[in-house]
């Protein structure tokens, strides 16, 4: 009996370990995530999980800064969402990643207001996985 209950023990640590692995393995992946934790989420912590060692990160912050301004202003959820995201390479270890945001804002489960964004991040191979190093708005 207990050689059982260690193995649903180990099964169920193996299946965990699985499912909350931080996943680096590609720069799409990479800028998915990153934004999901620093847009959706807000959580920094869980964002620099995704970042380089020094990222240069203060357009998207101004951007998420803009987001938590109009929501206490207008007492409304500005929610972010993303499109495809495509990939550049730029050298081996480096690429950039393009998606477009759409930022839209709601009061009342009632959609007020809607802007789409283009986006670059930067994105490197560092400490064995993909980081990502910048955002910025494309002009």
Do not use: H
Not at 30 to 36: G, M, N
Not at 53 to 62: D, F, S, Y
């Amino acid at each position: 009996m207990a050689l059982l209950c260690l193995g649903g023990v180990g099964v169920f640590v193996s299946i965990y370990d699985n499912a909350t692995k931080i996943d680096r393995s590609e720069p799409d992946v990479v800028t998915d995530s990153f934004l999901l934790a620093y847009l959706v989420n807000r959580d920094d912590k869980s964002a620099q999980l995704f970042t380089c060692k020094n990222p240069q990160l203060a357009e998207i912050g101004a951007l998420r800064d803009q987001i938590v301004a109009r929501e206490k202003q207008f007492n409304v959820k500005v929610s972010v969402s993303w499109g495809a995201l495509t990939r550049q390479a730029v050298t081996a270890k480096q690429e950039d990643v393009t998606t477009q945001l759409t930022i839209s804002g709601s009061a009342n489960g009632e959609l007020g207001s809607s802007r789409n964004e283009d986006w670059r991040f930067r994105v490197i191979e560092e400490g064995g996985g993909w980081r990502l190093c910048s955002g910025a708005k494309i002009a």
